[in-house]
């Protein structure tokens, strides 16, 4: 099977190699949990090995992500360089609907040859719908068109709990191809960064909770380590 290598330290291992191609990925987080740096640079490393990639933000602006990241990981190079260059486009689209944002991927891929999307978040495009079954066929149809463009993509979903065992199964746990969950778990006086791939279709993958950091070269996710 060909995967695409998110070049996250560790992530990949966790994986057997990487996100299978063509799949698309929902990544759990609550707030400050790491879901725009593990998204920006799943893009990052794809652009640097010459697949272009799509960052679609639904509330942040353009940019506010580059600025963020910048400053989160000054050792990743060349960052304004892949942007301007086109290797890393990052779009906000006018309207908050999964139609435009199936436009707008449609419309790169064909122009621009993009092999990675990420969609951060999801969450406001999910608040507009008014009930769960809409959101869910609509959600389906989106799906089922990216199956049909040759790309791999990560979706941000806000997490309503930092507590493991409080995770419920939401509608996207059901749809999408994988899961990966980041955490910010409670310890006494302080937080710890851990993370776990709850689902991945087609492929075997580590079903361990483990710590992750994230430094100034990257996202480092400690594999084989234990979460104290
Ligand atoms: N240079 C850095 N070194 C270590 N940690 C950093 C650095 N820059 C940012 N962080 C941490 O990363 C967090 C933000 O990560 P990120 O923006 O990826 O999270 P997020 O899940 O997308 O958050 P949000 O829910 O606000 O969108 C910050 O709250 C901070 O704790
Ligand atoms: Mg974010």
């Known amino acids: 099977m060909d995967r ?51 960052y679609v933000t639904l ?26 260059s086109k290797k890393l ?13 199936a436009n707008l991927l449609e419309d790169r891929i064909t122009s621009n040859g993009i092999k990675r999307a990420v969609i951060d978040s999801a969450t406001m495009i999910r608040l507009s719908f008014k009930n769960d079954i809409e959101y869910r066929q609509t959600l389906f149809e989106f799906l089922s068109l990216l199956r049909n463009l040759d790309v791999t993509s990560i979706t941000t979903l806000e997490a309503s709990t930092s507590k493991r065992e409080e995770m419920r199964y939401d509608i ?11 955490y910010n778990l409670d310890r006494e006086d302080r937080r710890i960064r851990a993370m776990e791939v709850f689902k991945m279709r087609g492929t075997d993958h580590s079903r361990d909770l483990v710590p992750f950091k994230v430094t100034p070269s990257g996202v480092k996710v400690y594999v084989g380590e234990k979460v104290f």
Do not use: W
Request: glycine residues 14%; proline residues 6%; contains cysteine.
């Open 172 to 182: 996207e746990h059901f749809v999408m191809d994988g899961i990966i969950n980041l």
């Open 89 to 101: 486009e990052i779009i906000k689209p006018d309207k908050l609907e999964l139609e435009e944002v």
């Open 4 to 54: 695409v290598k998110t070049g996250i330290s560790g992530l990949d291992e966790m994986l057997n190699g990487g996100i299978p191609i063509g799949r698309h990925v929902a990544l759990y987080g609550g707030p400050g949990a790491g879901k725009t740096s593990f998204c920006y640079e799943f893009l990052y490393h794809g652009a640097q090995m010459g697949e272009p990639g799509l």
């Open 59 to 84: 509330e942040e602006t353009p940019d506010d992500i580059v600025e963020n990241m910048k400053n989160t990981f000054p050792m990743l190079s060349e960052i304004g360089k892949l942007v301007s």
